[in-house]
């Protein structure tokens, strides 16, 4: 397997507030301060509407920093939030695959975005790697729950990420397959030494992460 070159993440004093009705105002995240480093996993679990989600935008560089510093730096070089986005994978809850096309035309689409000439090739293999190849010129709508989170975690396996975002990528999915999804994303990162940050409402999940934060009132609380 493929071995990342690591990421670091800084986070320094984050605050991020969002307009609410009647043009009042929510402090969703208040001088928040986070270290990832390279390779490491972490979970952030939290109560609903606490900020997860809004927090994972904010470190995956996809929402504009309001106050405070985001630092990203590769190999202990600074880097900006265009080559953060470029170097990220991202699994959502609701699986965000184009239905339309089959699972290896959904996997090979990032690498087809950038001209990679043996697409299809790596796009079997990551495919293969879910334990899904016999699935692989199947319509997504015909995919399960489960197989579809497998087939958005070899989409974002594919392009060898140094970092992946997910934001609750079990939710949808009964226990037992949450649970064989949730080891499946762990272990690909550990293996490609890619860096996992995850928020789930799945406390189990959390435990198999090497790190778990609880976002309280707008700061991380460690976990024990
Ligand atoms: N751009 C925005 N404008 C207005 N309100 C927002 C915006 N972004 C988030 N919110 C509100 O902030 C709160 C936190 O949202 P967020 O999705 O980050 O929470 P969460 O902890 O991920 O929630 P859940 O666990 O339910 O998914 C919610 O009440 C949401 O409606």
């Known amino acids: 397997m493929h071995k990342n070159s690591g990421i670091t993440l800084t986070a320094s004093a984050l605050c991020h507030q969002v307009k609410v ?17 390279s390779a490491e996993q972490i979970a952030i679990t939290g109560a ?10 904010l470190l995956a560089g996809l929402e504009n920093i309001q106050q405070g510093t985001l630092t990203v730096e590769h190999q202990g070089i600074s880097v900006d939030d265009n080559y953060l986005r470029q170097h990220s ?3 959502f809850q609701q699986f965000h695959l184009l239905p339309e096309l089959d699972a290896i035309n959904n996997v090979a689409l ?19 790697n879910v334990g899904l190849s016999h699935r ?35 939710g949808n999915l ?4 949450a649970g064989e999804v949730a080891s499946l994303m762990c272990d690909f990162a550990r293996k490609n030494h890619t ?7 799945n406390l189990a999940l959390a ?18």
């Not at 009647?22 to 270290?35: F, H, P, Q, Y």
């Not at 692989?136 to 989409?155: D, H």
Request: charged residues 20%; neutral net charge; proline residues 4%.
């Open 174 to 177: 009964d226990e037992q397959t």
């Open 110 to 128: 990032p690498l087809k975005l950038r001209a990679v000439k043996n697409a299809d090739e790596q796009a079997a293999q990551w495919l293969e």
């Open 48 to 57: 609903s509407g606490s900020g997860k989600s809004t927090l994972l935008s």
């Open 21 to 37: 009705n009647a043009g009042d105002t929510l402090s969703l995240i208040n001088k928040l301060s986070l270290s990832i480093k």
């Open 195 to 201: 860096t996992l940050v995850l928020v789930t409402h």
């Open 89 to 91: 994978g991202f699994v």
């Open 207 to 224: 435990k198999q992460l090497d790190s778990q934060y609880c976002l309280v009132q707008g700061a991380l609380e460690k976990c024990e």
């Open 136 to 170: 692989k010129n199947q319509p997504i709508s015909k995919l399960s729950g489960g197989e579809q989170q497998r087939v958005a975690i070899a989409r974002a396996f594919v392009n060898q990420p140094s970092i992946i975002f997910a934001d609750e990528p079990t």
